[in-house]
């Protein structure tokens, strides 16, 4: 029996820097080192300081993750880098180390598109077999994607404005709950009665797997104001009542919604029917029990990869690096670092053309 | 300060404006919107990037990262959100204070801009009339922005 081969994987792409060792299905090591520290005082990501960062921090990674794996750099047998879409900054430091240890060592190098690291993920945690439908959360984008191939993406639909995290986010902002939203937001609407404040549910009127949750803040703001001017204030009811409805909004429009993706890709008849939801959603007991729901009615089999490999990380690259590896691809020394690399290619662009409709 | 207001009826309507406008814009000019959560801030600025595009692509919001920058023939664009700054030294940082001068710039929530706002800059506020009515007010004191504004307000 051949061992597969192991895979140096190399991640850059936002606020964390990482390194990863993999064989086959199999993560030998997995480093990440957050920027969280750093970034604090900015309440945001800054581009300068994250390539600086990822810069002085990535062979620091490698190293870890080579001791983490008890193996050495000679054995490796090639290197996945994330080569976008990301801040400029940061990719560019991995690609430039990844082109450094693959001249020095005379190994192959893949470029990994990281968007492309995330839908694959699933395959990486749970073997599932192509095609199958992903709900990919990450960095502001939300979209349903039948993965057919390590470079075969369809987006059936996504976002047209905000994500579904930036929506809770923007909840507690307005009623005063802590950040990050989700958890918060979640935690309220335990104690609260999702029928007594009636939300709207964005784009359900519409055809299609586009998604919306812009409106939802309004609406919640108005309620807010409406229920403050009635009474003088918010009581700890009034806000998980708030929280509960805004919720089942969210968790209703992603359901139907996922309805809608799940026939489109039911059409293709495919042998062992999954759907995969990567990100933050799936940590939404609400939400994952709705998107669980839909699979139990449709017949797919439901997974969630864990969240530690759903937020960035370089396991992620190796592994679809893995796959680029195994399909003969390799990147050659001109490799760039791209600041924007959508999956689908084909399909049109959603946040913020939605009004116009598709011009693919 | 100069100022005018507008009735925005729609979503559309904002839209349409916002596409007018910035086909009359050229590097250097910054755009400063402010207005409520819901207002409409992103929308706006979404609509104008979109319209200066040279391919169609996503303008997704930039809250979490600070800032999003767009390649246009003519110029770069800068999206900003600020309301997660807390001190406007950051903003020198994230490079934005360079971008006023290169680039052009729509930078939400702009108060987070203390001394460093620019005295160039056209200042556009929206507020939530109920239902999907908006009314956005526009202020300058540079000159500059009666010619650009002439016919759109």
Redesign the interface.
Same mark, same amino acid.
């Given at each position: 029996m051949t061992l597969s081969p192991l895979i140096l994987g190399l991640e850059s792409s936002c606020d964390d820097t990482a390194a990863a060792l993999l064989r086959g299905r199999e993560v030998l090591a997995s480093v990440v080192m957050g920027q969280n520290s750093l970034h604090e005082a900015f309440g945001g990501v800054v581009p300068e300081i994250a390539a600086r960062a990822h810069a002085e921090r990535l062979d620091l990674c490698v190293e870890q993750a080579l001791d983490e794996a008890g193996v050495t750099l000679r054995e490796v047998d090639a290197i996945a880098v994330t080569a976008g879409p990301g801040l400029i900054g940061g990719v560019l430091s991995g690609v430039m180390l990844a082109k450094g240890l693959a001249a020095g060592l005379g190994k192959p190098m893949i470029g990994v598109n990281h968007l492309a690291g995330h839908a694959l993920t699933p395959r990486l945690t749970d073997g599932l077999a192509f095609p199958y439908l992903m709900l990919l959360v990450s960095g502001g984008h939300c979209q349903f994607l039948i993965v057919r191939g390590p470079e075969d993406f369809t987006r059936l639909g996504g976002t047209i404005d905000d994500a579904p995290g930036e929506a809770f986010d923007k909840t507690a902002r307005l009623l005063g709950l802590p950040q990050p939203g989700g958890p918060s937001v979640e935690a309220e609407a335990l104690n609260g009665d999702e029928k007594r404040i009636r939300f709207p549910r964005p784009l359900l009127d519409r055809p299609g797997c586009d998604l919306s949750f812009s409106g939802l803040k309004t609406a919640l703001m108005r309620q807010r104001d409406a229920i403050t001017a009635e009474k003088g204030g918010l009581t700890v009811q009034d806000r998980a009542d708030l929280c509960a409805g805004f919720q089942a909004a969210v968790r209703d429009v992603l359901a139907e919604k996922t309805r809608r993706a799940v026939a489109l890709y039911l059409d293709e008849s495919p042998d062992t029917p999954a759907l995969a939801v990567a990100g933050g959603v799936a940590a939404n007991s609400a939400l994952r029990a709705a998107l669980q729901a839909v699979c139990d009615e449709t017949g797919l089999q439901f997974t969630a990869p864990p969240l530690r490999l759903c937020t960035d990380n370089a396991a992620m690259i190796a592994y679809a690096g893995s796959e680029l590896f195994a399909a003969g691809r390799r990147s050659g020394m001109d490799l760039s670092a791209r600041p924007r690399w959508p999956l689908d290619t084909r399909s049109a662009p959603l946040v913020g053309s939605g009004k116009k409709g598709a011009k693919a | 300060m100069t100022a005018t207001t507008l009735t925005l009826a729609s979503?559309?309507d904002t839209?349409a404006l916002a596409m007018a406008l910035g086909a009359r814009l050229r590097a250097g000019d910054v755009l400063l919107l402010s207005g409520?959560?819901?207002a409409g801030k992103?929308?706006f600025a979404?609509?104008l990037?979109?319209s200066r595009l040279d391919a169609? !692509?996503?303008?997704? +919001?930039p809250?979490?990262?600070?800032?999003q920058?767009y390649d246009t023939a003519t110029t770069e664009i800068w999206h900003a959100d600020l309301?997660?700054? +807390?001190s406007p030294d950051?903003c020198i !940082?994230?490079?934005l204070t360079d971008a006023f001068e290169t680039a052009i710039c729509l930078v939400e929530w702009p108060d987070r801009l203390e001394d460093l706002t620019p005295a160039k800059a056209l200042h556009l506020t929206l507020a939530?009339r109920g239902g999907d009515v908006r009314q956005l007010t526009a202020q300058w004191t540079d000159p500059r922005w009666a010619g650009v504004l002439e016919g759109l307000l």
């Open positions: - | 979503p559309d839209c409520e959560i819901g992103t929308h979404r609509c990037i979109q169609p !692509e996503d303008v997704p +919001s809250t979490f990262t600070l800032v920058v309301y997660r700054l +807390s950051d !940082e994230l490079g939530d």
